[in-house]
């Protein structure tokens, strides 16, 4: 008698709704397809990590349509044993553990396919984190990054993504004798308003003249440019071009 086995699949969602591949050159230096969202699909359900470890039936995820959907494998894995292991890692899968950039719903999905399939997740979903952070312009995304990181531990769907503010708690209303926070977000204008373009092609010069003296890579030109000019124009301090996330 053949041993049963189901279907694995990862269910790919861009939380930007396009707007990162359209947007982020210009505020990054650096583009960036999308801003991943994913879940693993077994069972006839989408296993996803937002306020906890999360499960609806395939087809009802609040993020909309996939948009791709990778075939990982097949997995001999029994759904109440499947369950059993959800239940094991839970504790490192809470509300209090979500982090956008080092432990998401990425880093949930990447784990869950070793267990079933024995195989990651595609790089370029796990390298999404790194590949942000490491852009010159970074530290101007932070709010907007906090905002959405703030949205995906309360399993709430993201809106259109914009560069707004953290939300801040003021009274809201009582809930079982607590009172609950409300979430009120302020919507920012461009960080670089009207100087864009000047400091864009102050940036330029500088990188040019960095790179003219032979002693640092594009890279660390690159970053050093950008942070000499933001700071020029006030945009960035040294305690914030100084953080280490």
Same mark, same amino acid.
């Given at each position: 008698m053949t041993e049963k086995v189901e279907k694995v699949s990862l269910h790919v969602y861009d939380l930007?709704?396009? @707007?990162?591949k359209q947007v982020s050159n210009s505020l990054l230096g650096k583009a960036i397809e999308g801003i991943w969202h994913t879940g693993i699909v077994v069972y006839g359900i989408e296993y996803y990590f937002g306020g906890g470890i999360m499960q609806t039936p395939v087809g009802t995820a609040p993020y909309g349509t996939p948009i791709e959907? +990778?075939?990982l494998g097949v997995t001999k894995v029994k759904q109440d044993a499947f369950e059993? =292991? @959800?239940k094991e890692i839970s504790p490192r899968y809470t509300h209090e553990t979500y982090s956008l950039l080092k432990h998401n719903c990425n880093t949930f999905s990447n784990e869950v396919a070793q267990y079933l399939v024995g195989k990651t997740i595609p790089q370029y979903i796990l390298d999404l984190p790194n590949d942000v952070m490491n852009c010159p312009l970074a530290p101007l995304m932070m709010p907007m990054i906090q905002n959405l990181e703030s949205q995906l531990r309360d399993n709430e769907v993201p809106q259109a993504l914009q560069l707004i503010a !953290? =939300?801040? !708690?003021?009274?809201?209303?009582?809930s079982d004798g607590e009172v609950k926070a409300t979430k009120v977000h302020e919507p920012l204008v461009d960080p670089l308003g009207n100087a864009r373009t000047?400091?864009?092609?102050? +940036?330029a010069k500088e990188f040019a003249a960095l790179r003219a003296q032979g002693t640092l890579s594009p890279s660390e030109a690159a970053a050093l440019a950008t942070k000499n000019v933001m700071q020029r124009y006030g945009f960035l301090d040294n305690s914030t *071009?100084? *953080?280490k996330t």
């Open positions: 930007s709704q396009g @707007l990162a959907m +990778i075939e059993a =292991y @959800l !953290p =939300y801040a !708690p003021s009274e809201g209303s009582k000047q400091v864009q092609e102050d +940036i *071009t100084n *953080t």
